[in-house]
């Protein structure tokens, strides 16, 4: 098991150019994020939630400023580190599955156990977590033979299978119908107890919002709100 | 609509290249191949009449004149009532100065008419009827009446009588079929022909046509040996004599004057004659002619070189016209004495009775047309030059024979075009599919990246109507463009091979065609292509996306693999059915006959065609499914990420893979077929020429040598650039070859084994059940061994092991009959194209025959190529021939006489242009199946990446896919080419002498591998770079 990771965000700017002009999707923003808590990204569309996640997951390299996650400054690193510290240290999950077609959901575990380097009994690692997720009987089925929700859980079970230190979701719910949202949810929260990996969820619902530590606000690439779940602020509220 | 298409068109360039480049390549190629074809035509008259000598011959049917006239009347005329009489007139007129001997009437009369018997008269006194026929048409074989001889100025009157068996409303539309012929005139003359007319009349006649450059006349007698001599010698073999002028002379260079010249009222002696006789200008030879005692006093003129002139010796029988019958002793005089002085001789001899001339004079006007005015195709130059031919039988018609060379050479041209149309009709047709394939190819990997945006599309309120005009849009305009590039592309391809002066020799109107046809047929079929599988991604629905995994082999490919099994076997079928009809077997041509040298079964074509597009394709099949029953790492473990993801990828994705494998395997196919075909053709081409040649090199010592050459000569010709030499006699039928039941003339031909076997392009095949080793061994080792021609040895019931006698240096003072063992057979010996009968050890004979010289010295270059080649030609000019004119002959220089304007074809030319397109194809194939690869996966690329899949990785991925098609694709590719290549061989075996042997060029498979894997490492490198630049953030968010 990984050691929970704080998550540090010092001024850190992303901006794009594009044909209409320069999009700021992230602009000077700073924020630390405490090992082994949980915090929702929340704002309304194009207010730059999921470039925040890309830059924490070393999928993006920011403009200006510094992400650290565990001590390390991944937006310092070389590609290949970045990859390394993803295998290692960090969990994805999509609003997609953004399963591998052509793996059966154990394969799809499976390979991100062994690109982390792998255990002799790497499948039964992979059953068992899968077996938590109400998945055991689904394991030798491709992706396009499961429903949304067992997709979407395949891809939790992708993510937690490493025992990460952090665990990056970008609207994991946003597809799915209520249960299967809570079910989710209820997941991850698990997993992080358990784990005590730090849970970063992008999301545009309250009620996910709700079950975390701490909720930060984003607005046009800045943060405007930054509170726990018992104060929530709307980011609409916060502009207007 | 339109500029929603337009616009994704400019907007998306890679794909819009993508679909582009299929089309582009493809019609391009298809279009080069007709560009080239229209070149290539233009030259192609040309090529074949180049190595033509005459180009038409109007020979004299009664070359000793005779001017024999019947005249045939008919009386009454009018109405002839059932069972009436009517007269029939015959009268034989002889206006010439000689009397005509043995003067044949032949007549019956015309039906309904029936001969009265016992009413023939001969200038009133009556003929008896023979066997109750009329005696102007006895027997079976309906002979006429000898009226005997009939003297100069006289006439003969014959007549009978014929009654009529129905009533005749005009007897005188009667045909009247009487002939006359004459010992001096055999060929029969029919009634009311024109008075025969002379050879200059004719020459100024036919001169003034103007499509004739030249017109002369040309005379020539065969007389028996010791007919020319001097006080001092005599020439003891047999004497041709020639009758022409300076100006024939002028119209044919290869009449060389040696020394002396031309002078009015002299005679030219060849150089062999001048040589036996001692004599040069200004001495005197006599010459004796039949049935005159007095010889004929010939001053001479001047020596000519005349061993290599075609229009003198090329032989005049209708069978053997290609055949150059040389005869080394002539002498030349002019047209008026041979008319005063050698007419009159054979003719007096053949009026002797029981006299029996071996051959009579030739007379002939020989005419050379005005080549620069015949268009470039030779069809249309056919019809120019058949005009011609009508025009010059026109002149004094119905007399004689006309003998057009130039048709004739035409038509087998034409034929050879019209082979070489549908030859490259094969060589351009797999590019049409492969266009089709390549934009099938893209248009389905573009049609399920796009599948999206049609979503949508469909989302905003566009429906399947919209969407399939959208299609017809891209479509149109994709097709178009490409169609369009392709042609111009073509043009130029085809330009950078043949130039651009054959390109506008073939002309605007041409061009165009083809330029139409290759963007019709272009648009047309990529328009197909390009279309069905978007129509069809239309009509799918997002789930049948699960059919792409191939989870279970087999499935829907099963029926597919039957099908393309059932293909090849078809194409099987027809190749053993072929092979069993003897259809690869060559027929003979003849250019003098018109009958064309490459009788190839064309439609044999599709035989290769069909190999080649169901051999890819199971191919291909055969890997998809080996692929799908790929070995998985046994769990508990994934297995390594990189191998264990691939291994997952190629076993449940083998579809596409199969997909990319057939494009690649089509290619390489068909770029493989075409240079092994391109190596076997070449080589062919050498053999051919090497066996006309019978080595690199032959060197024929010069008439103008004054003695005869030794062999021992061959050492002083190894001179540095030439590998070895050795000597060869043989002349046209020197011998007499006597078996146990029969003897029949032969050509024998005398070599020294040890030296022939290292030097000459012998060849297994060429000597039956044996050796060409072992037949040479057996000549060295006994000098009594003879090898027979196998044709000769069946005709004359002789068998290996027999005991035979042979008249050895026949018809000359050296003739000696020898005993031979014979030894061995044989088909084939190089350096006698047109077959020798007797192979015998040159040491034997010359010690037989006490003759010292040889004919000539067979020889080979050291090194190869044209360049060795040409430098042992130069050595040897500038060494031996400084003190010994020679005449050198090479297979460079054999080649360029070919009389086939088919294998005369720079097929190689096409061949580049192919080679360069299906090496573009082939890396557009695997460069399509990679960016499809992006295009379809690079979500999953990009998955990865995000959990921790390193670049390298990643591209190794890539890298890995694209190999496998490509390795694969290559090696399936490369066994199908081999295949399609041994057929294709097989199928235009009728274009060469010899058997050609599949010749499988190392260095070029390598080559194309070699490419073929760049094209996969730079497609996978540009791949990875363009994952690298893709924003995963977006895309991981996209649902």
Redesign the interface.
């Known amino acids: 098991m990984n050691r929970p990771a704080r998550i540090v965000l010092a001024g850190v700017s992303k901006h794009y150019a594009t044909l209409a002009g320069t999009v700021r999707a992230v602009d000077g923003i700073s924020l630390a994020i405490e090992p082994g808590s949980s915090v929702a990204i929340t704002g309304p569309s194009g207010c730059g939630k999921s470039t925040l996640l890309g830059l924490v997951a070393g999928l993006e390299t920011p403009g200006a400023g510094s992400v650290t996650v565990g001590g390390e400054e991944i937006s310092r690193l070389p590609e290949k580190a970045r990859a390394g510290l993803r295998r290692r240290e960090i969990g994805l999950i999509f609003q997609a599955d953004n399963l591998q077609p052509f793996l059966t959901a154990l394969e799809n575990v499976g390979l991100a156990l062994a690109l982390r380097g792998g255990r002799a009994d790497g499948y039964g690692r992979c059953l068992a977590v899968l077996g938590e997720l109400g998945l055991g009987d689904e394991a030798g089925k491709l992706p396009d033979q499961l429903s949304g929700g067992q997709r979407q859980r395949v891809a939790v079970a992708r993510a937690l299978v490493n025992d990460p230190a952090v665990i990056l979701a970008d609207e994991p719910t946003g597809s799915l119908d209520a249960g299967n949202s809570a079910t989710i949810v209820d997941l991850l929260r698990g997993a992080q107890h358990v784990t005590g990996a730090t849970l970063v969820v992008v999301t545009h619902d309250p009620d996910v919002a709700r079950r975390l530590d701490r909720i930060v606000s984003l607005l046009d690439g800045r943060v405007v709100g930054d509170s726990a779940p018992s104060e929530p602020r709307e980011c609409g509220r916060v502009r207007a | 609509m339109r500029s929603y298409v337009w616009r994704d068109l400019a907007r998306n360039p890679r794909r819009t290249l993508a679909s582009l480049s299929g089309v582009t390549l493809g019609v391009a190629l298809f279009a080069s191949v007709l560009f080239f074809v229209d070149g290539s035509g233009a030259t192609m008259t040309r090529r074949a009449i180049a190595p033509l000598a005459l180009d038409m011959q109007r020979v004299l049917d009664a070359p000793l004149g005779g001017g024999l006239a019947l005249d045939q009347r008919l009386a009454p005329a009018g109405v002839l009532q059932r069972g009436r009489p009517a007269t029939i007139a015959l009268t034989v007129r002889n206006p010439g100065t000689a009397p005509a001997h043995e003067v044949v009437v032949n007549d019956e009369p015309p039906a309904p008419l029936e001969y009265d018997h016992g009413t023939t008269r001969v200038d009133g006194r009556l003929v008896r009827d023979p066997a109750a026929q009329s005696p102007l048409a006895q027997g079976l074989a309906r002979t006429g009446l000898n009226i005997g001889t009939v003297a100069p100025g006289s006439a003969v009157r014959l007549t009978y009588r014929a009654r009529a068996t129905v009533r005749i409303a005009d007897a005188r539309r009667l045909p009247l079929d009487g002939t006359i012929s004459s010992r001096e005139n055999v060929v029969p003359v029919k009634a009311g022909a024109p008075p025969a007319t002379t050879a200059p009349a004719l020459r100024e006649r036919i001169a003034r046509i103007p499509a004739v450059a030249a017109a002369d006349t040309l005379s020539f007698a065969d007389l028996p040996a010791g007919s020319l001599r001097t006080a001092g010698g005599v020439v003891r073999n047999p004497v041709r004599v020639f009758a022409f002028d300076r100006r024939y002379a002028a119209h044919y260079p290869s009449i060389k004057v040696v020394a002396g010249g031309w002078r009015p009222g002299a005679a030219m002696l060849s150089a062999e004659a001048a040589r036996t006789l001692g004599a040069g200008p200004g001495d005197t030879v006599l010459l004796h002619l039949p049935s005159v005692r007095r010889p004929l006093a010939l001053r001479l003129g001047g020596v000519t070189d005349l061993a290599r002139s075609k229009p003198l010796f090329y032989s005049r029988k209708t069978s053997r016209l290609e055949d150059f019958v040389y005869v080394p002793d002539s002498v030349v005089v002019s047209p008026e004495l041979f008319r005063r002085a050698v007419v009159p001789a054979f003719r007096a001899a053949s009026a002797r009775p029981g006299s029996q001339l071996k051959s009579l004079p030739v007379t002939e006007v020989d005419v050379l047309v005005r080549r620069g005015r015949l268009r470039s195709d030779p069809g249309r130059a056919l019809a120019q030059t058949r005009a011609v031919a009508r025009a010059i039988a026109a002149v004094a018609p119905g007399q004689d024979e006309l003998i057009d060379n130039i048709s004739n050479t035409l038509g087998v041209a034409r034929a050879d075009a019209a082979v070489g149309r549908r030859m490259f009709v094969f060589l351009g047709l797999p590019a049409v599919l492969l266009a089709a394939f390549l934009t099938a190819y893209t248009g389905s990997i573009l049609a399920i990246a796009g599948r999206r945006e049609q979503a949508i599309l469909r989302i905003r309120g566009a429906h399947r109507g919209h969407l399939r005009r959208m299609l017809a849009h891209r479509t149109l305009a994709l097709a178009g463009a490409g169609s369009l590039a392709g042609a111009a592309l073509g043009l130029l391809s085809a330009v950078a091979v043949l130039g651009p002066d054959a390109l506008r020799a073939a002309g605007a109107g041409r061009l165009l065609a083809s330029a139409a046809l290759a963007v019709g047929l272009g648009m047309l079929v990529t328009g197909v292509a390009l279309y069905v599988p978007g129509a069809r991604a239309l009509r799918r629905e997002i ?1 049948d ?2 059919k792409e ?1 191939a ?1 279970a082999p087999g499935g829907r490919a099963a029926p597919r693999v039957v099908r393309d099994i059932a293909v090849l076997a078809v194409a099987a079928v027809v190749g053993v059915l072929a092979l069993r009809a003897a259809r690869f077997e060559p027929a003979g041509g003849s250019v003098s006959e018109g009958r064309a040298v490459a009788a190839m079964p064309s439609q044999l074509l599709l035989a290769p065609l069909m190999l080649w597009f169901a051999g890819a394709l199971v191919a291909s099949r055969t890997v998809r499914g080996i692929a799908a029953r790929l070995p998985l790492p046994a ?7 990189l191998s ?2 691939l291994r ?2 190629l076993r ?2 083998a579809r596409s893979l199969g997909t990319g494998i057939a494009g690649v395997a089509l290619v390489v196919a068909f770029g493989t077929a075409l240079a092994l075909f391109s190596d076997t053709y070449d080589g062919a081409k050498a053999a051919d020429a090497a066996f006309v040649v019978g080595s690199d090199l032959r060197v024929t010592p010069s008439v103008l040598v004054a003695r005869p050459v030794p062999p021992a000569y061959a050492a002083r010709l190894e001179v540095a650039g030439v590998g070895a030499m050795t000597p060869v006699v043989s002349k046209l039928d020197n011998a007499v070859l006597i078996g146990p039941y029969d003897q029949d003339r032969a050509t024998l031909t005398a070599i020294e084994p040890a030296g022939f076997e290292r030097v000459a392009a012998l060849s297994d095949g060429f000597f039956g059940g044996g050796s060409a080793a072992a037949a040479m061994a057996a000549l060295r080792a006994d000098p009594r061994a003879l090898l027979v021609n196998a044709e000769t040895a069946d005709g004359l019931s002789i068998e290996p092991g027999m005991r035979v006698k042979v008249l050895l240096a026949r018809g000359t003072k050296r003739q000696r009959l020898e005993s031979f063992r014979v030894a061995g057979l044989f088909h084939r010996l190089p350096g006698f194209p047109q077959g020798t009968s007797l192979v015998a050890n040159l040491g034997f004979v010359a010690a037989a025959t006490k003759s010292r010289g040889v004919d000539f010295f067979l020889g080979t270059a050291s090194g190869g190529g044209d360049g060795a080649l040409g430098r042992a030609v130069s050595a040897l000019r500038s060494g031996p021939g400084r003190d010994t004119p020679l005449h050198i002959d090479t297979t460079a220089t054999a080649l360029d006489k070919d009389q086939s304007s088919l294998t005369a074809l720079n097929i190689n030319g096409l061949v580049d242009i192919d080679t360069v397109y299906t090496l573009l194809m082939s890396a557009a194939v695997i460069a399509i199946f990679v960016f499809g690869l992006m295009l379809e996966r690079r ?2 690329y990009v ?10 990785e990643l591209r190794a991925l890539v890298l890995g896919e694209a190999a496998v098609v490509a390795v694969a694709g290559v090696a399936a590719g490369l066994a199908v080419g081999v295949g399609v290549a041994a057929l294709l061989v097989r199928i235009l075996r009728p274009l060469f002498v010899l058997d050609p042997t599949l010749t499988i060029p190392g260095g070029e498979i390598v080559l194309r591998a070699a490419l073929a894997g760049a094209a996969t490492l730079a497609s996978a490198l540009a791949a990875a770079a363009l994952l690298r630049r893709l ?4 895309l ?4």
């Open positions: 789930s996306e699960r995994l989870v769990p508990p473990r994934f297995g390594p990420p264990g993801t997952r990828s449940r994705r979500r999953e998955i990865l990446r995000a959990q921790g899949m390193r670049s390298g924003k995963p953030a977006e991981l968010r996209e649902v």
